[in-house]
């Protein structure tokens, strides 16, 4: 084939696929440029075909030229005729191609069908005399953008990025031995062709980045397809189309994507009688979303559709003999879900042509997680399904920590790396039930010990161990390690097969001294059991009863203090652990208080005789900070959990929230706020005379009993209610307040903000408690829930523009 | 007429068929793996390729290799992925007649007849032919 026929053949390929969204977008708005645009496509394919001697394919372009003439002379309308026979004009002409491509001469065939059916859209029309020319300079344009762009073989990039990472390693092994000889000869060029190998690779890189838009471009006329086929309407939104991704990665997701796009079309989105009915509007909506969010992709097909319903997973679990009754009785919603990710699991009640073509979830799951990519489905049944796919950039090469422990070396991304603490002096590491736990400015850290954690046996370290603050999976952890040895650039490797149900590891590479290293992921260590804040003796042997509320998972830490039994307290509302001598304790006004950072911390005790006679070192919980700052002395702090508590009931005594079930034992949860108000003595409010009242709109009880004396304790007058429907009513009621707290995940809450804006609590704050602090921008202020001092303060800014007023 | 490279393990022959074998060699230094399987002895860099190293002994439920003896590498590819394995001894490449070759592996226990091929009747002994694919494939058991 000569060289001019594959270029056309290229050229035209590219140019069809850009074709389908420009034919959605004329059908949807008869736009004149999208118009434009098919024309000269179709008008380039018939005049280069006359040059080549194709006359199949110039005979079906040209009868589509003809149909695009008529649309933009405004003698036919853009309508599902007019656009369903160029598409098929498009497909016979697709056809043609790849035959060419194959044999390098055009297939024998009959187009008269698809002819026929373009000249008899509308009333019959002579094809029109005289040829419409392109306008003047566009052809001059196009070749200037030809010129200024190559083709390559993706074959040579792939190639040259190999070469380049190998590149890279070499330049790391000849660094690290110009470390040990620094004023080598070979230092100065040496460092330039670091610097040059950085540029190098760093621009190949960029070669083989795609805007995931390429992919994207045939979901528009695939979900018109399956909306037209099965008499539905449905709206695709797509964003973050120009989100680039190493061409690999966007070859392995094409088809998982295109499945899911398919699903949510097919299954997702009801058919228009069941809409009705449901009340939602008659067209669906799928909506395809790209972003980069902390070194990884992110992208999530959500639908508005019918959702995944339990009961028929759980069902179709049962019949497939996955699960039994009993096993799924044990499992939370999200587990559940999990099964539609099993090999033959389809919940789908009937086989379209379009899905059910044998290609399930599992595939879709297995071609992720090759990538080293995770997927999860996140479901409302009746308000529709939400797939998020995060994908690392496996193929990149990245900058890492490389980390001794137990002897060995391993590389820690340094993009999930927040800072190093070194161990000792202000940085005590504390141990409380063999869990380990960082005092880090006014926060504790959960720990996890790397060695532990790998099961590496004990070895004697050198000096203090480090600690990498790491944020990952929505949480901030620490790492810790014997020492860090070295930063490098490493070319990210997949674990072999064998090693890949490992989740801490993200992958392998060869250091500069040509060891192989295995690269730590901070989200697997996140994850793993034994992983953050949970300890080993805590986690019960025989399984924990399933949560009766919402089953909402949250740190408390465990003491003992008083009477027997082990007693609970929410770690958010904990400053600091420390200990004291009770010969230390001072009393002022009556009271046990002691001197604590430069000022008198009021105290107090669950036991009223501990300040009386009791001699020897106690440990303190810090209550609250700063000058609020109250101590809790307690006998012994035992350990810090994370659960999903049960309330098995609550507390009828004064001090206590609730009993509970917490690492299987009954517990009993201490009420912060009481304390606090014990410590400071009762009735002196310190928020100036006027309480100001707050509403706390929070359907979960136990968070309920919990931000209640918090709030109290802070000097606010609280009325909690449990929906958006009785917020209404009190507010009916004429029930006055100064600012709202609402869990964002309140039924109808939005509506409610939106509401703020008129009636008898017009311009009230309105802080929405999220449970990482984070609404993507849906409130104008809002706090993660178990973060008592970030709220009272975000509560004080909300309530301070109305006192300026 | 098919290719073995014979290896040894306890005093009994394996043939690891000639077209999966990359490589021969003494254990370069390796970086262990934890959480691995424990089959796996660790990873190393063979010109630039990340291997893993399998302990064919302990694959086979056979006791570890006296302290004394040092093993070799046998490097195999399996779908695009290198593996060593681990053994006591790598003797000649063999050319068994077909007919010497029996594909009912029952007499064998079940670890063995998971990893073998077939089992080939040389003049004075037995040699099981290993299944290279089966033999690579290890469950996850310590995964934390």
Known sequence: ?805 | MRELVAITLAGQAFGIPVEEVRDVLAPPPMTPVPLAPPEVAGALNLRGRIVIVIDLRKRLGLPPLADDMKPMCVVIEQADELYAFLVDRVGDVLRPADETVEHGTAVLDPVWRQVAAGICRLEDSLLVVLDVARAVELGIRAAA
């Open chain 1, 1 to 805: 084939m000569d060289d001019l026929l594959r270029e056309f053949l290229a050229e035209t390929v590219e140019s069809l696929a850009a074709l389908d969204s420009a034919l959605i977008d004329l059908e949807k708005s008869a736009d004149p440029a999208a118009l434009q645009s098919i024309f000269r496509v179709f008008h380039t394919i018939k005049g280069t075909c006359g040059f080549f001697a194709l006359p199949r394919l110039e005979r079906v372009a040209h009868a589509a030229e003809n149909v695009l003439a008529r649309l933009r002379d405004g003698e036919l309308e853009a309508g599902p005729d007019v656009v369903g026979a160029i598409f098929l004009a498009t497909d016979r002409i697709k056809e043609m191609l790849s035959a060419l491509a194959q044999s390098g001469a055009e297939p024998r065939g009959d187009d008269r069908d698809v002819i026929a059916r373009l000249e008899a859209l509308g009333k019959a029309a002579p094809a029109p005399a005289d040829e419409p020319q392109p306008q003047g300079a566009a052809p001059a344009r196009e070749l200037a953008v030809a010129s200024e762009t190559i083709r390559v073989n993706v074959a040579l990039l792939d190639q040259l990025m190999t070469t380049a990472s190998e590149l890279v390693l070499t330049r790391n092994q000849l660094l690290q031995v110009l470390r040990n000889d620094m004023r080598s000869t070979f230092a100065a060029p040496l460092q330039r062709l670091s610097q040059v190998t950085t540029e190098l690779q760093e621009t190949v890189m960029r070669t083989r980045m795609q805007p995931i838009g390429n992919v994207w471009s045939k979901l528009p006329r695939l979900v018109r397809e399956v909306a037209r086929e099965l008499g539905k309407t449905i709206s695709l939104d797509m964003r973050g189309s120009e989100t680039e991704l190493d061409r690999q990665v966007l070859e392995l997701i094409r088809d998982p994507i295109t499945h899911m796009v398919r699903n949510a079309a097919d299954h997702g989105i009801e058919p228009p009688t069941e809409r009705a009915r449901a009340g939602k509007p008659a067209v669906g909506r799928i909506s395809v979303n790209a972003f980069h969010e902390g070194g990884h992709v992110v992208i999530e097909v959500t639908d508005d559709g019918r959702g995944f319903a339990l009961d028929r997973i759980k069902a179709r679990a049962v019949s497939l003999g996955l699960a039994s009754e009993a096993d799924l009785a044990a499992l939370s919603e999200r587990e559940i879900r999990d099964f539609v990710f099993r090999p033959g699991f389809s919940t789908a009640e009937r086989v379209t042509s379009i899905s059910g073509r044998g290609v399930g979830l599992d595939v879709v799951r297995a071609n992720l997680e090759r990538l080293g990519g995770t997927i999860d489905i996140d479901s409302a049944p009746g308000h529709g399904t939400t797939f998020k796919i995060v994908l690392p950039l496996t193929l990149a090469i990245v900058s890492a920590l490389i980390v001794e422990s137990g002897g060995e070396r391993f590389a820690l991304p340094q993009m999930a790396v927040l800072e190093l603490v070194q161990v000792g002096g202000e940085h005590k590491i504390e141990w409380l039930n063999r869990v380990p736990v960082l005092r880090l400015r006014d926060r504790l850290l959960p720990i996890v010990w790397l060695r532990r954690l790998l099961g590496q046996s004990r070895g004697e370290t050198a000096g203090e161990p480090i600690v990498i603050v790491t944020e990952a999976a929505g949480r901030t952890f620490g790492i810790m390690v014997d020492a860090i040895a070295d930063a490098e650039e490493i070319v990210v490797k997949p674990v072999g097969p064998v090693l890949r149900g490992i989740p801490i590891f993200a992958g392998n590479t060869i250091l500069g001294d040509g060891r192989v290293v295995f690269i730590l992921d901070p989200a697997g260590i996140a994850a793993a059991k034994g992983g953050v804040g949970i300890s080993a003796a805590a986690t019960p042997a025989a399984p924990v009863p399933a949560p009766k509320d919402h089953g909402e998972q949250f740190s408390l830490l465990l003491f003992r203090a008083g009477t027997a039994g082990v007693k609970a307290i929410p770690l958010g509302v904990v400053g600091r652990l420390e200990e004291i001598d009770l010969a230390d304790v001072e009393f002022a006004d009556g009271k046990p208080v002691v001197q604590y950072r430069g000022r008198l911390m009021p105290l107090a005790a669950m036991s009223s005789d501990t300040f009386a006679g009791a001699r020897g070192r106690r440990p303190l919980i810090v209550l609250a900070q700063d000058e609020d700052a109250v101590g809790l002395v307690v006998d012994a702090i035992e350990d810090i959990v994370e659960e999903a508590v049960a309330i098995e009931r609550p507390a009828g005594q004064d001090g206590l929230i609730a009993s509970a079930i917490i690492a299987g034992k009954a517990t009993d949860i201490i009420d912060a706020g009481y304390y606090l108000k014990a410590a400071r003595g009762l009735g002196q409010s310190r928020k100036g005379p006027a309480p100001r009242h707050v509403l706390l709109i929070e359907n979960n009880a136990f968070f309920r009993t919990l931000l209640v004396p918090v709030l109290r304790a802070a000097g606010y007058e609280v009325v909690s209610v449990a929906s958006v429907e009785e917020a209404r009513a009190l507010c009916a009621s004429g029930k006055s307040v100064d600012a709202i707290l609402a869990d964002e995940d309140t039924p109808g809450i939005e509506a409610f903000a939106r509401s703020l804006d008129s009636g008898e609590w017009r311009g009230k704050p309105l802080v929405a408690l999220a449970d990482h602090g984070d609404t993507e921008g849906r409130f104008p202020a809002a706090v993660q829930k178990l973060d008592s001092r970030a709220l009272l303060d975000t509560l004080g800014r909300a309530l301070r523009p109305q006192d300026a007023a």
